[in-house]
């Protein structure tokens, strides 16, 4: 095999190399009497992937210019100036492809109106190379050097990241070439860089009348010819082609104090920054002002950390900050919550400004960003908040290809599933119900499609993660465990993008991009659908299911409108449906239905003012037809309307947040309705559930010094359920406090309560999309609960590691489990059925996280158990006689390693590992006759456990191709799931064999390796 | 719904499998006891007493125990041992009205039930039969007379007329291995009666219909049977459930089918509707029904429904007679060989004998 490519390979060479000698005799005979100039060599190397920007100093496009070369002047002349490699290009013709001159005999040239010069050439034999563009020539004579450097760098920004617009720019491509313009004077013969501030004042003063550049090019050419290289005079008329407020000083106001105005750099990233110059032995001291890259806001509490002192500061309520450093070398990390990380270096000579715009997005492979992520950690009172972006999302392997929302959470440590393709998740201890699934703010009853095979969340919409699984902000609530925020992106506001994915067994499309001229509306839409009908069909004939069907669909939409830098409105909507069905007689569907609107002020005094109202429904309909006289729909719902506010505003160290939080809720417990007209079915229908749930609440974050700070909030939870009048109140607490004893080492303690009024009424294992909701009544109080954490999070900067160590104790009543064979469907009488029981959950969760280098991800282990007591004691019918049984979710031990190995920039190897305790079941110990059959007696609940659970999932990805000829980029992904193929237990269930014996048998779902291959097509 | 989504979920996979899985088993729950009780006042009454058996075949044989069915006024009705665990009580003549419960005094502890309020039963109003290609259905229309009786319970009784496959033409004489025609075929032992019961009871909730509840299939037997070789007769016994017996039934099926499973309930032991009044902790598995009942009973001409089939006849070496006819086998009538040739055929001895194959020739009864 490699004796063929090697072969292959040389055969392609000999067959391409004629090509260039081909296309040099082309240009010399096309050249004609200017043949002498183009027998430059033809450009070296092209630069073969897809970028933004251009490597040419203004723009591809050649233009004429005169040249003065190798002791001779060229007019009219196409030229262009390769700008990253600081080569000058010719053509004969537009036709032609262009030959590079020699910088040893290019002195000067004109181009766009602009006089440029070679140094070197010149006799300035120790000038950097490169051909500078003279500004203003006299006896300090102004020179500019702009250099193109490429770049790669995803989440950057048209613009200001790149140091100019280009027209073309493509969002989705990360490579880039960044405009550096430096400045340049001579003194005393030699030259010298100054600052962009200096340039700017010496170009304001009036020319002088000794032009040294100009007679150095005289003296080259021997003539004053060179003046007649361009119409125009070489003087301060260049300056009007810099960019419009190039020269722009930071406002005096917004600096403590005076600072040396030759010392300013500009605040973009992946570049030295330079501030200040000499070198001053003592401390210096850089100042500026943090702002919001999409919205221009100020950002106050910025942690701005310095990697090498470990000094740390804090932006103020005007996003402005000052930090002391030492002269040199230094990386300045910034760090904010809900924004990109960024780490910049700076080298220092004097006190300067460094401004800094924090965009929103999170790049995790970017290095010492995660020193900085890591020191907000320290920074910040809240525990148990994971984030994770879609960039680690897709990487991470999981069945048929798609990026998983759903199964990225689930490998956070703290977060179980009772099984492989279950829905619903549970978070320490907690029931699934007891989190609170919010996608741009509306609540997702069901998170997942086909029974938890895939989650409901497109990840072409997805922009990021959040999950709070003990520190959960005032302004959420409802439910015991977990809030889990899913945001969707806003759409691009430079122009139209979308991507095509195609996957074993789902596709899914997206688009995005501005609305009108003006781009301050964008939208964003997305589609999603599955073809597994297919699998269904090459099942035998003579099965059950040749004949079913199953799919599900799903639509997101969302319209971002920016008023201004202060006002924005979002609108979002999201569809799902889910349907599957058997030989025609049953069937089942559901469907999710979300809109939502959004106002939000943030002011650039750091006051925030939010609001946004909604409306969710989720519904599900059986279908039961297989007898004509007896087939009915049986449909339940549950609507809700929401309206929430937030205003939040600083107040000396204190950050006040206040508002309110008000749903209310409309549920359908049951409807059975006759289906077709031969059916006598009698429809009946559950009286519908109807209450409000109004939350007012109060949150303080104070940071009483640099080491302490506290975080207190109050939740006045009510909840008025109003079918049959019942009224419950209750205060939430919230506090959380962190003390930091090293800037790497902090300590962090927590304390929460929390009260839910919504049940999921299941008495499954596995959420099944066709279980319903409860709210609470006269008859089932509102589940009730605290949790008490403990924390210490170390972090090693230099290896950027963060260690971490959370303590959990939770304890919980009015939680709901089930009478053995307790009847949920259309029980007008549900509450006998449910026996309500004490919970407690505790466990000790330790996590090692790495988000530099080319080896990324995180390892944690975890032990935590899950238990449930009666409240009141039935006789022997009482669970566990009394005592504490294992929840169905209670797994003590639990391993999760997720690792992303960028081998080169385009590939990159992930890895997935996941080991828990098997989950608690019921099992029959032995049977009895009754009713002439053999029927099963079983252990005390939850007794036993199935084998334990271990998972490999290994990925090779191949992000966007850079190809510059492309239209389009693709990215691909092949995998496999369950590498080991190990015959990992979904449930257990019992049956009698032939001989009369009682069998139990373990059902694997992933019982093998699951290969898998994703297309991603991006436009 | 549970099940369908069970395994839909292992199908689509298409990379399921099942193996086996072994628990250790506790040592004592051979001991609970075990009561199976049918009340049916104005009907037949029963109790069965027995124990829990192990996985590994571990049984205590059933035991003995004191049955009293009592009244609210305080009538009694003792359980009269019949055979081993299973007591009859004769209730033919108990108040129908009243409430009652059952009391078993077993190993020196006793065990009640709650005073029950008996549910009415529904009238029958029809047995209906349809057929479709393969089976014959037999469908119940009731019409309840009040909504106690939302559940109920159905069972039935068979009886039909039935022939051997065959008349026996031929004879075989083991003395000189010969084979003989017979002149006149014996007739006698080619039409029979059978008698069958329904193994247990299927179960109607009624709840999702008015008061007629119309042609509810509850019973087939497949167009080949020989039900329909001739007149079939079937007797539907209807019982009325309580809503806790009805549950206590569906939930027993349910942990009975498959357990265990992510979309299927969390198993666990369905309580009785006994309790042991001296020791609250002892558990007691089983339950007690106390009903009213009714029947009916409808009769059937199979032969619209027959679809014929045979049994096949063996060809064997004359050498080989006697070994076949000590194996049961008997030489039944004459096939052709495929040369142009008549040989005996020969088959088991219930092609030709309907009481060898488990009929009667007397027309049984129905049972009260």
């Not at chain 1, 430059?40 to 070369?69: R, W």
């Not at chain 1, 910088?103 to 010149?122: C, H, Q, R, S």
């Not at chain 1, 809109?595 to 039961?624: C, H, L, P, W």
Request: glycine share 8%; proline share 5%; charged share 20%.
């Amino acid at each position: 095999m490699v004796k063929r490519f090697i072969i292959f390979a040389a055969l392609l060479l000999l067959a391409l190399a004629p090509l260039k000698a081909q296309d040099q005799i082309s240009y010399q005979k096309q050249a004609g009497a200017l043949s002498t100039l183009y027998r430059g060599a033809l450009p070296s190397e092209l630069y073969p992937y897809k970028y933004n920007g251009t490597y040419f100093l203004e723009s591809p496009t050649f233009v004429k210019g005169n040249l003065f070369y190798n002791g001779k002047y060229y007019y009219d002349i196409l030229l262009n100036l390769d700008a990253a490699k600081q080569e000058l290009l010719v053509k004969g013709n537009e036709n032609l492809a262009p030959v590079v001159l020699s910088g040893k005999m290019v002195n000067f040239f004109t181009m766009n109106g602009k006089f440029y010069v070679n140094l070197n050439a010149i006799g300035f034999p120790d000038a950097p190379k490169g051909y500078y563009q003279l500004m203003r020539d006299g006896e300090k004579p102004i020179l500019s050097l702009v250099e193109k450097k490429y770049k790669s760098q995803a989440g950057y920004h048209n613009g200001q990241d790149i140091g100019y617009d280009d027209p073309y720019y493509d969002r989705d491509v990360p490579d880039y070439f960044l405009r550096k313009e430096t400045f340049y004077t001579l003194k005393n013969g030699n030259i010298a860089r100054i600052s962009r501030l200096a340039a700017k004042r010496e170009l304001k003063k009036e020319a002088d009348h000794i032009p040294l550049i100009t007679s150095l090019m005289q003296k080259w050419t021997g003539s004053s010819q060179a003046a007649t290289l361009n119409d125009s005079p070489i003087a301060s008329s260049f300056i009007t082609v810099l960019p419009e407020n190039f020269f722009e000083e930071i406002p005096e106001q917004e600096v403590d104090e005076p600072l040396d105005e030759e010392s300013i750099s500009s605040s973009y990233r992946n570049k030295v920054y330079v501030i200040g110059s000499g070198n001053s032995s003592t401390s210096v001291r850089v100042s500026g002002v943090v702002t919001d890259m999409e919205t221009g806001e100020t950002i106050p509490g910025v942690v701005i950390f310095d990697s090498n002192t470990r000094t740390h500061t804090e932006s103020d309520a005007k996003g402005r900050y000052s930090i002391t450093l030492r002269p040199g070398d230094n990386v300045l990390n910034f760090s904010y919550e809900g924004k990109e990380d960024l780490a910049l270096k700076v080298e220092l000579h004097s006190n300067g400004v460094l401004n800094v715009e924090l965009p929103d997005r999170i790049n995790l492979l970017e290095s010492a960003i995660v020193s900085a992520q890591s020191i907000a950690n320290h920074r910040t009172a809240s525990m148990g908040h994971d984030m994770v972006n879609i960039r680690t999302i897709v990487k991470i392997p999981s069945a048929f290809g798609e990026g998983d929302i759903l199964k990225a959470v689930l490998s956070l440590p703290g977060v179980k599933s009772v099984g492989e393709a279950s829905g619903g998740f549970n978070v320490r201890g907690g029931s699934p119900d007891q989190n609170l699934v919010l996608f741009n703010g509306n609540t997702i009853y069901n998170p997942s499609h086909m029974f938890g095979i895939f989650s409901s969340f497109n990840p072409d919409i997805v922009e990021n993660v959040e999950l709070y699984k003990s520190s959960i902000p005032a302004q959420y609530g409802g439910r015991l465990s977990s809030v889990l925020c899913v945001e969707s992106k806003r759409g691009n506001t430079d122009k139209l993008h979308g991507s095509l994915s195609i996957g074993l067994l789902t596709s899914r499309f997206h688009l995005d991009g501005p609305i009108g001229k003006s781009k301050k509306t964008t939208f964003i839409a997305g589609a999603r659908t599955t073809y597994s009908d297919w699998i269904l069909k090459r099942l035998p004939a003579n099965s059950y299911y040749n004949s079913g069907s199953a799919g599900f669909s799903d639509y997101n939409l969302g319209i971002t409108h920016r008023i201004n830098n202060e006002h924005t409105i979002r609108l979002n909507g999201y569809m799902a449906t889910d349907r599957f069905s058997f030989s025609q007689d049953t069937s089942f569907r559901y469907s999710s239905f979300n809109v939502s609107a959004e106002y939000k002020y943030r002011g650039a005094d750091g006051k925030v003012f939010q609001i946004n109202t909604g409306y969710d429904q989720y519904k599900n309909i059986t279908g039961i037809h297989a007898w004509t006289y007896g087939a009915y729909d049986l449909e339940t719902s549950i609507k809700q309307v929401f309206l929430r506010s937030l205003y939040a505003f600083p107040v000396a160290n204190h950050y006040i947040s206040t508002g309110l939080d008000m749903v209310g809720y409309g549920l359908n417990p049951g409807q059975m309705s006759p289906f077709g007209l031969n059916s006598r079915v009698v429809d009946q229908k559950l009286k519908d559930e109807m209450a409000v749930e109004p939350v007012l609440f109060v949150s303080d974050k104070w940071d009483i010094n640099e080491k302490l700070s506290v975080d207190g909030a109050l939740r006045l939870s009510s909840f008025l359920y109003l079918s049959t009048p019942k009224f419950y109140a209750g205060p939430e607490f919230r506090l959380s406090a962190r003390y930091t004893l090293l800037d790497n080492l902090s300590f962090k303690g927590g304390f929460n309560t929390m009260r839910q009024n919504i049940h999921l009424i299941s008495n499954t294992a596995g959420v099944s999309p066709m279980d319903t909701w409860k709210l609470s009544d006269k008859n089932i109080a509102p589940t009730t609960g605290w949790q008490a954490t403990g924390g210490v999070y170390w972090t090693e900067l230099h290896t950027g590691l963060d260690f971490s160590l959370e303590a959990y104790w939770k304890s919980m009543k009015n939680c709901l489990d089930y009478r053995p064979g307790a009847q949920l469907v259309m029980n007008p009488n549900l509450s006998k059925d449910l026996l309500p029981v004490f919970g407690k959950a505790y466990g000790v969760e330790a996590q090692v996280k790495k988000v530099t280098g080319d080896i990324t991800g995180w390892v944690s282990y975890c032990y935590s158990r899950s238990k449930f007591k009666e409240m009141e004691y039935r006789g022997f019918e009482t669970l566990a006689h009394g005592n504490w049984y294992n929840a169905p979710f209670d797994k003590p031990h639990e391993f999760k390693l997720v690792a992303n190995w960028a081998i080169t920039h385009r590939y990159s190897v992930s890895a997935n590992i996941d080991y828990s305790t098997g989950r608690p079941i019921t099992v029959p110990v032995g049977q009895y006759i009754i009713g002439q059959q053999y029927h099963y007696a079983y252990t005390q609940r939850n007794s036993y456990r199935i084998p334990d659970y271990f998972r490999m999932d290994l990925a090779f990805n191949v992000d966007p191709g850079h190809y510059l000829k492309a239209v389009t980029h693709s990215s691909f992904t092949i995998g496999v799931y369950n590498v080991t193929g190990r015959k990992n237990p979904y449930s257990v269930f019992f049956k009698t064999t032939a001989s009369g014996r009682v069998q139990g048998y373990l059902l694997s779902v992933f019982a093998t390796q699951i290969p898998y291959v994703s297309f991603n097509l991006l436009f | 719904m549970k099940k369908h989504l069970y395994i839909i979920t292992s199908l689509l996979l298409a990379a399921s499998c099942v193996y086996p899985f072994d628990v250790e088993l506790p040592s004592d729950i051979e001991q609970t006891l075990v009561v199976d009780g049918v009340i049916v006042l104005g009907g037949n009454s029963y109790v069965n007493i027995s124990n829990v058996r192990t996985f590994d075949g571990r049984y205590t044989a059933p035991p003995s125990a004191d049955i009293l069915l009592e009244e609210e006024n305080g009538a009694t009705y003792p359980g009269v041992l019949q055979f081993p665990g299973y007591y009859r009580l004769f209730t033919e003549d108990a108040n129908q009205d009243s409430r009652y419960r059952l009391i078993v005094v077993y190993k020196d502890k006793t065990y009640a039930t709650d005073w029950t309020e008996l549910a009415n039963v529904p009238t029958i109003d029809r047995i209906g039969f349809s057929a479709d290609d393969t089976d014959v259905h037999v469908s119940l229309s009731v019409n309840r007379t009040d909504a106690r009786s939302q559940y109920l319970s159905v069972s039935f009784q068979e009886i039909w007329h039935f022939h051997a496959t065959y008349l026996q033409e031929l004879g075989y004489n083991p003395k000189d291995n010969s084979v003989y025609f017979i002149p006149t075929p014996d007739r006698s032992r080619y039409w029979c009666w059978q008698k069958s019961n329904s193994s247990g009871n299927t179960i109607l909730n009624c709840s999702g219909f008015g008061n007629i509840v119309e042609d509810w299939p509850f019973a087939k037997f497949s167009r080949s049977s020989n039900r329909n070789h001739g007149e079939y007769y079937i007797k539907v016994n209807l019982r009325s459930m309580s809503r806790d017996e009805y549950r206590y039934w569906k939930n027993l099926n349910d942990n009975s089918a498959i357990g265990g499973n992510l979309f299927s309930p969390e198993p666990g032991d369905v309580p009785s509707n006994l309790r042991c009044i001296t020791d609250e902790s002892t558990a007691v598995y089983g339950y007690v029904s106390f009903s009213k009942a009714c029947s009916a009973i409808a009769s059937l001409d199979g032969r619209y429904y027959i679809q014929k089939s045979s049994e096949g006849l063996y060809q064997f070496d004359p050498e080989e007679y006697r070994q076949f006819y000590e194996m049961g086998y008997e030489p039944v009538r004459q096939l052709g060989d495929g040369m142009g040739n008549l040989v005996p055929g020969w088959g088991q001895r219930r092609c030709f004998d309907c009481v060898a194959a488990g009929g009667k020739l007397e027309k049984p009864e129905f049972d009260r």
